[in-house]
T-cell receptor
């Protein structure tokens, strides 16, 4: 089945710092999504990005489908960015990586 | 509107109780999903309904019984649960259940005593 690996598992940032989260996947990508799960458990869609680059405010994502990885960039981090970031790939179902726990300190 | 709603937000139940979780979406989506998420783990798929028919059951124990009364509503009936079933239960929906974007509700945090 599909394997989705995320790195790093944990990340602590000072407010204002930039970061890059990585997602490696084992199969050719039909659908790749990035989510942010806030401390209350809500999973928020960040990007649907099977290939290419997208930007939304301080966040951007790039998927290189031929090399089977995706990157999520967070610039000028804020405390509200804290939480867990998941990438997920669709085979016959959405398979999530283990997540990156991000803590942004003020 | 990209909102999926779930009720209740929190639920505490005994092992002999029967309860139901509810999920609703008004985006015209034809696929709806139940996921279970244990602490510090990613969500795991339980069931998929596509066009109101159960299309995927990930070998979930029969004490969990899904129901899709119409294209906007999804229920999860709970009976004789075990303490290890305590988790966050997430509902999601998508346009047609293929490779499209899934939108998640806020979840129901379930505790089984």
């Amino acid at each position: 089945g599909i394997q989705v690996e995320q790195s790093p598992p944990d990340l602590i940032l000072q407010e204002g710092a930039n970061s890059t989260l990585r997602c490696n996947f084992s199969d050719s990508v039909n659908n790749l999504q990035w989510f942010h799960q806030n401390p209350w458990g809500q999973l928020i869609n960040l990007f649907y990005i099977p290939s290419g680059t997208k930007q939304n405010g301080r966040l951007s994502a790039t998927t290189v489908a031929t090399e089977r990885y995706s990157l999520l960039y967070i610039s000028s981090s804020q405390t509200t960015d804290s939480g867990v970031y998941f990438c997920a790939q669709y085979g016959n179902k959405l398979v999530f990586g283990a997540g990156t726990i991000l803590r942004v300190k003020s | 509107d990209t909102e999926v709603t779930q009720t209740p937000k929190h639920l505490v139940m005994g092992m002999t109780n029967k309860k139901s979780l509810k999920c609703e979406q008004h985006m015209g989506h034809r696929a709806m999903y139940w996921y279970k998420q244990k602490a510090k783990k990613p969500p795991e798929l339980m069931f998929v309904y596509s066009y109101e028919k159960l299309s995927i059951n990930e070998s979930v124990p029969s004490r969990f019984s899904p129901e899709c009364p119409n294209s906007s509503l999804l229920n999860l009936h709970l009976h004789a649960l075990q303490p290890e079933d305590s988790a966050l239960y997430l509902c999601a929906s998508s346009q047609d259940g293929r490779t499209d974007t899934q939108y998640f509700g806020p979840g129901t945090r379930l505790t089984v005593l």
